[in-house]
């Protein structure tokens, strides 16, 4: 029997701790938690995981807020815990290029830390709120993942709280249970459903002296496919390139936010400012006159992309290709979006991932999203990262299990018994 809200405000281990019930501001995909909690130290976080195991309650893990969309529509959530309290920086080897961090930091909090040696963690995903610990469970990034990949692969450890309550870090205690598998690896991306991450050690790079952005407009989806294309092929090493494209049911027109041709590149180089200034140049050369952005403007540009890229009314589709098949990625844009309502790509186009964000009806939504797993040959690893409700309630937002999914379920049974963690949100 679920005991009730005051026997669970009541239990001891809620004593002194920061709890209250949860509000409607609290719901995740229109399930209220019944209770919120912060816990303030890992210690605390232990405990409370060894508590709800004993007691059979759901847990959902929140950080910054910004990814609570992401996922399953959850089956109850029994507590919402906050790691925003726990957010020191607690080491930093700067001669080393490395630092350890409590998850619930912000990654503009690490970085402003960071910056005082000049260095940076270079993981960007959107959201001014976007916690450590969210972009590890996600392994979300945004435009930097061109140049420096996920936060997966810029982790060198990482200290967990286990659903029965124990405090390991990778390489501890807890790999009996999973022999054989990087503790690291298997929380990343796994979006809280293997464990509490309560801190994490990350390599480093040195901060760039100067950062320049190419933006470059095409009318034809052919021509910006071949510009990405040159660009791959140079000797250039671009720190960022997207490409935008929008397509409604009347035709090809600006993305969001933009006026003029259809198809948006935006080719950004890091590093010294001669060195920016002269990688502009030669991108100029291979794909064609464009604008070159600077200083504040550019920040500016790269923050409301940021802001962009992720946001919809509609679902916002995460997938993956072959980055030699843009074009047919780009011609199959423009094919789902002839029919009804919009879809807009945000193209990571230099590594073949990106976002499809499609507004319009709920039936045509979920007729899309199927539309685009069918097509095998041009798209793979088609799932939903964000969507309402209804759409989630018709289609499975994480697609057919694949091969994998006997592995995945065997750690999570052996890391989390009880199947209280992540309320059946996914991916295990």
Not at 82 to 93: D, F, Q, T
Not at 166 to 180: E, I, M, P
């Amino acid at each position: 029997m679920t005991a009730s809200l005051d026997t669970l405000l009541q239990a001891p281990i809620l004593a002194g701790a920061r709890v209250r019930a949860g509000t409607d501001a609290d719901r995740i995909d229109g399930v209220r938690p019944r209770l919120v909690v912060e816990p303030r130290t890992a210690e605390e976080t232990a405990a409370l995981l060894a508590w709800a195991s004993r007691e059979r309650l759901t847990v959902v893990f929140r950080g910054g807020g910004t990814k609570l969309g992401w996922g399953r529509v959850p089956t109850a959530v029994d507590l919402l815990v906050s790691l925003r309290g726990l957010n020191r920086v607690l080491a930093h080897e700067h001669a080393d290029l490395t630092a350890t961090v409590e998850a619930g930091a912000t990654l503009e909090e690490f970085n402003a830390s960071l910056g005082r040696h000049r260095q940076w963690l270079p993981v960007d995903p959107a959201g001014d709120e976007a916690t450590v610990g969210g972009a590890v469970a996600t392994n979300d990034t945004g435009p930097l993942r061109h140049r420096y990949g996920t936060p997966r692969d810029l982790l060198i450890g990482v200290r967990l709280a286990t659903a029965d309550g124990r405090l390991v870090k990778a390489g501890g205690s807890v790999v009996k249970n999973v022999a054989g598998y990087d503790l690291g690896r298997l929380v990343s991306g796994s979006f809280g459903s293997l464990a509490a991450l309560v801190g994490a050690t990350f390599k480093l790079l040195p901060m760039p002296a100067s950062s320049h952005t190419l933006s470059v407009t095409f009318h034809d989806k052919d021509r910006a496919a071949a510009a990405v294309t040159r660009l791959n092929d140079s000797q250039l090493e671009p720190t960022a390139m997207e490409l935008q494209a929008r397509r409604t049911a009347t035709g090809a027109v600006a993305p969001a936010g933009r006026e003029g041709p259809p198809y948006v590149l935006l080719v950004r180089f890091a590093t010294s400012p001669a060195a920016a200034a002269a990688q502009v140049e030669q991108a100029r050369a291979l794909v064609g006159d464009g604008e070159a952005i600077t200083g504040d403007g550019e920040a500016a540009l790269w923050r409301r992309y940021q802001r962009r890229a992720s946001a919809s009314a509609g679902t916002v589709i995460r997938m993956s290709w072959l980055p030699a098949a843009l074009a047919q990625v780009l011609a199959l844009v423009e094919e789902v979006g002839r029919t009804e309502g919009s879809v807009e790509l945000v193209a990571r186009a230099g590594i073949g991932t990106g976002l499809l964000r499609i507004d319009g009806g709920v039936d045509w939504q979920i007729a899309t999203v199927e539309r685009l797993r069918a097509r095998t040959e041009t798209v793979a690893h088609v799932t939903i990262q964000d969507a309402p409700p209804e759409v989630k309630a018709k289609v499975d937002v994480w697609g057919s299990p694949g091969a994998e999914e006997s592995v995945a379920s065997a750690i999570k049974r052996a890391l989390d018994p009880v199947g209280i963690l992540n309320a059946g949100r996914g991916p295990v």
